[in-house]
């Protein structure tokens, strides 16, 4: 049984940094592209960074590079997302999830194979 347990979800201020946590189990770790993405109220889930089976290739939604960082530990079958300089649009729920190694890193929700259950970011003005 596949599961994907994000943590490090919360409150934080404008300007401040956040590390989200997603360790998988049931899979086979280093055979799974992975993303995160988010979900804000009354809108669409989106991608907002992935990262390849072996680590070496990513991607980042434009409204986040240069803020957010990727990566992945394949001892401890955990990726991560390393927020920093947060803005209060950065405020929904944060989804990791896992697409089956694929040539490219994909970016559509309904590409992916396996979720979480969401943890939720909040940035305050």
């Known amino acids: 049984q596949v599961q994907l347990v994000e943590s490090g979800g919360g409150l934080v201020q404008a300007g401040g940094s956040l590390r989200l946590s997603c360790a998988a189990s049931?899979?086979?770790?280093?055979?799974?592209?992975m993303g995160w993405f988010r979900q804000a109220p009354g809108k669409e889930r989106q991608i907002v960074s992935g990262?390849?089976?072996?680590?070496?290739?990513?991607f980042y939604a434009d409204s986040v590079k240069g803020r957010f960082i990727i990566s992945r530990d394949i001892d401890k079958n955990t990726v991560y997302l390393q927020m920093n300089s947060v803005k209060p649009e950065d405020t929904a729920v944060y989804y990791c999830a896992a697409d089956r190694q694929a040539p490219v890193l994909r970016i559509l929700a309904r590409q992916y194979d396996y979720w979480g259950q969401g943890t939720q970011v909040t940035v305050s003005s």
């Open positions: 990262i390849s089976w072996n680590g070496v290739n990513t």
């Open positions: 049931g899979l086979t770790f280093s055979n799974y592209n």
